[in-house]
């Protein structure tokens, strides 16, 4: 009897730990995804062991596709949402928007429904900014930025102005196509997004 209770009692001990235990979503492009590297190597895992390291219980969900923009985000994020019911959304998009020149007001509209899906589902969201490479000129440039300090004002998320920051056009941290951050920016990816992520948890 005294053994049946014990077994009862660590079942529900156990059953407790497991619905505490909460999901980051990350939802991005190749940068997230760790392109040209180990997956286990990118930014996201390493996410998840600082998670462990720090007494979180959350489990990372990499939801990122290499070459994937906010518009193929938004139209992902629905199923996400439902399959995975994370308490936190990080939204790492928009880089191939702006490679490929697409309008800033377009990734502002995406990025904007990326949220309000998050959040209604009962989501907090920390939105990583980009910025694009001086060839692409000022105005555009300027109007893409804008993008991510507009929406976190407007909509009040956590944010990131640069994830890159550290990384984008330093010697050493990009991959030789210079475009994707090296296995050696991933922990400085980390380190850029956690202070903005912590509070979040």
């Given amino acids: 009897m005294r053994a049946g209770l014990i077994g009862a009692a660590l079942c529900l001990m156990m059953w407790g730990q497991a619905a505490l235990a909460g999901t980051v979503l990350v939802v991005g492009d190749s940068i997230s995804a760790a392109f040209g590297l180990d997956t286990r190597q990118g930014w996201a895992a390493l996410l998840e062991k600082r998670l462990a390291d720090e007494g979180f219980s959350h489990r990372v969900v990499n939801a990122s596709i290499s070459g994937d923009t906010s518009a193929g985000g938004a139209a992902r994020l629905p199923r996400l949402l439902a399959e995975h019911k994370p308490d ?13 020149g697409q309008p800033p007001a377009q990734l502002q509209q995406n990025l904007a429904t990326m949220i309000d899906l998050s959040r209604d589902s009962g989501a907090k969201v920390l939105l990583l900014g980009m910025l694009l490479p001086p060839n692409y000129g000022v105005r555009y440039t300027t109007a893409f930025a804008n993008v991510y300090k507009n929406l ?4 009040q998320v956590a944010f990131v ?25 991933q922990p400085v990816l980390l380190e850029n997004a956690w202070p903005a992520l912590e509070p979040l948890l």
């Fill in 88 to 100: 936190v959304v990080i939204l790492e998009l928009g880089g191939n928007d702006g490679l490929r």
């Fill in 152 to 155: 976190a004002e407007e909509k």
């Fill in 161 to 185: 102005p640069f994830f890159l920051e550290g990384v984008g056009g330093v010697r050493g941290m990009m991959q030789t196509d210079g475009i994707h951050p090296a296995l050696k920016a």
